[in-house]
């Protein structure tokens, strides 16, 4: 999957070797790995890979992680990545609630904020308070260093455009002195402040559906005033940032499949103020010619079924969610089920991965159902939970983080 990142200049990140070179040193991690290690696994030469380690470690992007005993000759010398060297933002702006989080390049959480929020109340606010919140998450402590465009993340409250009177306390439970970083990266010219690292974008996730190409999205359900409003555009203008606009289950699905030990194939069914699913066919995000894919939530199942926001009848969402709203855990779990058995018929995936806050209220009773029905229909896939609350904002930051990584 590639990501265009809309502008990010950073200078070592520029071609599809030093990529390459990157993503193994990230997943390296603090061990490191040692250029002839970086030859051998990426094809390159070893001039070809001094070349480039030489220029990852002069960005600030490298450095050394001490060295390793040879099997003949001198001790290599082992590199690892920098994770503070830049930042990215994602954003899960949900239905009832929005979160803004900050990751290192490593992926690392590093600051954290969430808030009520309305999606109905039109776009002019609810960007609003998304301002307001990339802002506040990428405020940290000066140090020499990136310029940060005026207006980009100049601390609390900076710039036009913040909601009148809105709050928001940082997420309780987050690391104690956690430091974040403001970003950079707007048109020559703009007005500048020390700040730590770059910021390379911010990453946005929101339900669908949407043109994630166009950055805009559609007839969002239960939403329809959202249609067609530039959002990717008008928060890369305010910002000074660029900016990926995509589906929440994409976002999260995209996350999951760059973690370790990942599944070739999965589905990501989430649950929460709607259904859908992100899915990852050979390892890469399936999203679809005009972002439709995975609309989970909109696949009919009674005919005669009671009517769906969508302008269908019978939706597995609506029928999900009146179980929910019932407290008919099992229930919804049983409708959820049918769903995933649908998915893996036709996609003939390696797993299902359950998510959502209403999933993990209940996390057993989800699971458990799920398996339940697809043991039932002889589908032996794996069921599993994802536990972390934050997994859509988190994937939102690795739609900026992927493509740097050659992902």
Same mark, same amino acid.
């Given at each position: 999957?590639? +990501?265009?990142?809309?502008?990010?200049?950073?200078?070592?990140?520029?071609?599809?070797?030093?990529?390459?070179?990157?993503?193994?040193?990230?997943?390296?991690?603090?061990?490191?790995?040692?250029?002839?290690?970086?030859?051998?696994?990426?094809?390159?030469?070893?001039?070809?890979?001094?070349?480039?380690?030489?220029?990852?470690?002069?960005?600030?992007?490298?450095?050394?992680?001490?060295?390793?005993?040879?099997?003949?000759?001198?001790?290599?010398?082992?590199?690892?990545?920098?994770?503070?060297?830049?930042?990215?933002?994602?954003?899960?702006?949900?239905?009832?609630?929005?979160?803004?989080?900050?990751?290192?390049?490593?992926?690392?959480?590093?600051?954290?904020?969430?808030?009520?929020?309305?999606?109905?109340?039109?776009?002019?606010?609810?960007?609003?308070?998304?301002?307001?919140?990339?802002?506040?998450?990428? +405020?940290?402590?000066?140090?020499?260093?990136?310029?940060?465009?005026?207006?980009?993340?100049?601390?609390?409250?900076?710039?036009?455009?913040?909601?009148?009177?809105?709050?928001?306390?940082?997420?309780?439970?987050?690391?104690?002195?956690?430091?974040?970083?403001?970003?950079?990266?707007?048109?020559?010219?703009?007005?500048?402040?020390?700040?730590?690292?770059?910021?390379?974008?911010?990453?946005?996730?929101?339900?669908?559906?949407?043109?994630?190409?166009?950055?805009?999205?559609?007839?969002?359900?239960?939403?329809?005033?959202?249609?067609?409003?530039?959002?990717?555009?008008?928060?890369?203008?305010?910002?000074?940032?660029?900016?990926?606009?995509?589906?929440?289950?994409?976002?999260?699905?995209?996350?999951?499949?760059?973690?370790?030990?990942?599944?070739?194939?999965?589905?990501?069914?989430?649950?929460?103020?709607?259904?859908?699913?992100?899915?990852?066919?050979?390892?890469?995000?399936?999203?679809?010619?005009?972002?439709?894919?995975?609309?989970?939530?909109?696949?009919?199942?009674?005919?005669?079924?009671?009517?769906?926001?969508?302008?269908?009848?019978?939706?597995?969402?609506?029928?999900?969610?009146?179980?929910?709203?019932?407290?008919?855990?099992?229930?919804?779990?049983?409708?959820?089920?049918?769903?995933?058995?649908?998915?893996?018929?036709?996609?003939?995936?390696?797993?299902?991965?359950?998510?959502?806050?209403?999933?993990?209220?209940?996390?057993?009773?989800?699971?458990?159902?799920?398996?339940?029905?697809?043991?039932?229909?002889?589908?032996?896939?794996?069921?599993?939970?994802?536990?972390?609350?934050?997994?859509?904002?988190?994937?939102?930051?690795?739609?900026?983080?992927?493509?740097?990584?050659?992902?």
């Amino acid at each position: 999957m590639k +990501t265009d990142l809309g502008g990010v200049n950073v200078p070592a990140l520029r071609s599809h070797n030093a990529a390459l070179v990157l993503d193994l040193l990230r997943t390296a991690g603090e061990a490191g790995i040692s250029r002839l290690e970086l030859a051998e696994r990426t094809g390159l030469t070893p001039q070809a890979v001094s070349k480039i380690t030489g220029r990852l470690r002069a960005e600030g992007l490298a450095t050394e992680a001490g060295h390793r005993a040879s099997t003949g000759g001198k001790p290599r010398t082992v590199l690892r990545l920098v994770p503070s060297a830049g930042y990215a933002v994602g954003v899960h702006l949900d239905r009832d609630e929005l979160t803004t989080l900050l990751t290192d390049l490593a992926g690392t959480v590093v600051a954290l904020r969430r808030r009520a929020l309305d999606l109905g109340a039109g776009a002019g606010p609810v960007l609003d308070a998304v301002v307001t919140e990339v802002r506040e998450v990428v +405020t940290g402590v000066p140090s020499p260093g990136a310029a940060l465009p005026a207006g980009a993340a100049a601390g609390p409250g900076a710039g036009a455009g913040a909601a009148p009177g809105a709050e928001s306390a940082p997420e309780a439970g987050a690391a104690p002195g956690a430091q974040t970083a403001p970003g950079a990266g707007a048109a020559p010219g703009a007005e500048t402040a020390s700040v730590p690292a770059p910021v390379l974008g911010v990453g946005v996730a929101m339900p669908g559906p949407l043109d994630h190409r166009a950055g805009v999205p559609g007839r969002v359900t239960g939403f329809p005033e959202w249609a067609g409003h530039p959002v990717r555009e008008e928060l890369a203008a305010r910002l000074g940032l660029p900016v990926v606009l995509d589906k929440d289950t994409n976002a999260a699905a995209l996350g999951l499949a760059l973690r370790p030990a990942a599944p070739g194939s999965f589905a990501y069914v989430h649950l929460g103020t709607g259904l859908g699913a992100g899915l990852v066919l050979g390892g890469a995000p399936l999203r679809g010619d005009r972002t439709g894919a995975g609309e989970l939530g909109h696949q009919t199942v009674q005919l005669d079924g009671p009517p769906c926001d969508c302008g269908g009848r019978g939706c597995l969402e609506v029928l999900c969610l009146a179980a929910v709203a019932r407290g008919d855990a099992v229930g919804a779990a049983r409708v959820l089920g049918a769903g995933a058995a649908n998915l893996v018929r036709l996609l003939d995936i390696d797993q299902v991965l359950l998510g959502g806050r209403v999933v993990l209220g209940a996390p057993e009773v989800f699971a458990e159902g799920v398996r339940e029905v697809l043991a039932g229909l002889g589908l032996a896939v794996p069921v599993g939970v994802v536990a972390e609350p934050d997994v859509v904002a988190e994937g939102a930051a690795r739609l900026i983080l992927a493509p740097i990584f050659g992902q």
